[in-house]
């Protein structure tokens, strides 16, 4: 589901980082750990396609995304990859449902009201559905950034420290909705983080040296 090969990305002649060779299987749940300056952004940045190795391939359910052109590209990310940041990216001027119907025809799909109206449920949200994001708390405001996520049905799920910024409350409850929706949609799921409190709930890791 998730392969990479000799992969390699310089920012410049002086900082060349190479990345272990790494197979994950469908429906696998694993962390990403690495001190800081490791590389684990650039590593989710190649994984996402947002950035082209130096050298090295990284392959997601078998095609070699470092080949695909970058309108391809944004199609196969809306279609198979599902991110969610520290901080919820939503479009403010929208609603919280007019950006997951958003998200589904940016990766080029049908619009499916009901698929929206079924995440929306499953993550105890359908009653902000006509709100702005401005209107929301940031806990909620995290799981409409899951909702988007998980909307296309994305065979991968990728979150960069989904939960530093919150009480253990709400970051327990954050990552009781990721490992869910995760299994719910039988996606393999990687979180990015320095938090012992994920670190305790996901067995895999795959580690970066500094
Ligand atoms: N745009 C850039 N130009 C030059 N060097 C960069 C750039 N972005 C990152 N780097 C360098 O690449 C290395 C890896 O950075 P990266 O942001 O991937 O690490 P990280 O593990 O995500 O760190 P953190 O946990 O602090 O976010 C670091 O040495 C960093 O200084």
Same mark, same amino acid.
């Given at each position: 589901?998730?392969?990479?090969?000799?992969?390699?990305?310089?920012?410049?002649?002086?900082?060349?980082?190479?990345?272990?060779?790494?197979?994950?299987?469908?429906?696998?749940?694993?962390?990403?750990?690495?001190?800081?300056?490791?590389?684990?952004?650039?590593?989710?940045?190649?994984?996402?396609?947002?950035?082209?190795?130096?050298?090295?391939?990284?392959?997601?359910?078998?095609?070699?995304?470092?080949?695909?052109?970058?309108?391809?590209?944004?199609?196969?990310?809306?279609?198979?990859?599902?991110?969610?940041?520290?901080?919820?990216?939503?479009?403010?001027?929208?609603?919280?449902?007019?950006?997951?119907?958003?998200?589904?025809?940016?990766?080029?799909?049908? !619009?499916?009201?009901? /698929?929206?109206?079924?995440?929306?449920? +499953? =993550?105890? #949200? @359908? $009653?902000?559905?006509?709100?702005?994001?401005?209107?929301?708390?940031?806990?909620?405001?995290?799981? !409409?950034?899951?909702? /988007?996520?998980?909307?296309?049905?994305? +065979? =991968?799920? #990728? @979150? $960069?420290?989904?939960?530093?910024?919150?009480?253990?409350?709400?970051?327990?409850?954050?990552?009781?909705?990721?490992?869910?929706?995760?299994?719910?949609?039988?996606?393999? =799921?990687? #979180? @990015?983080?320095?938090?012992?409190?994920?670190?305790?709930?996901?067995?895999?890791?795959?580690?970066?040296?500094?």
């Amino acid at each position: 589901m998730i392969k990479i090969q000799s992969l390699q990305y310089s920012y410049n002649k002086e900082l060349n980082l190479s990345f272990r060779d790494w197979t994950v299987t469908q429906g696998e749940q694993w962390l990403m750990l690495g001190e800081s300056g490791s590389g684990k952004t650039t590593l989710l940045h190649l994984l996402t396609g947002l950035l082209k190795p130096s050298h090295g391939e990284v392959y997601i359910n078998q095609t070699a995304i470092c080949q695909l052109s970058n309108t391809k590209m944004d199609h196969f990310r809306g279609a198979h990859i599902g991110l969610i940041f520290q901080r919820a990216h939503l479009i403010k001027s929208l609603t919280v449902l007019q950006n997951l119907l958003l998200a589904q025809s940016l990766a080029g799909l049908p !619009v499916n009201n009901k /698929r929206v109206e079924d995440v929306l449920n +499953s =993550l105890n #949200i @359908a $009653d902000k559905k006509a709100n702005y994001p401005s209107q929301l708390s940031q806990g909620q405001l995290q799981r !409409v950034s899951i909702a /988007r996520a998980v909307v296309n049905k994305p +065979s =991968l799920l #990728i @979150a $960069d420290e989904p939960t530093s910024s919150l009480d253990d409350r709400n970051a327990r409850a954050v990552l009781d909705l990721l490992i869910t929706q995760a299994e719910q949609n039988n996606a393999t =799921l990687l #979180i @990015a983080t320095h938090d012992k409190r994920v670190q305790e709930r996901i067995e895999r890791a795959y580690i970066l040296q500094s």
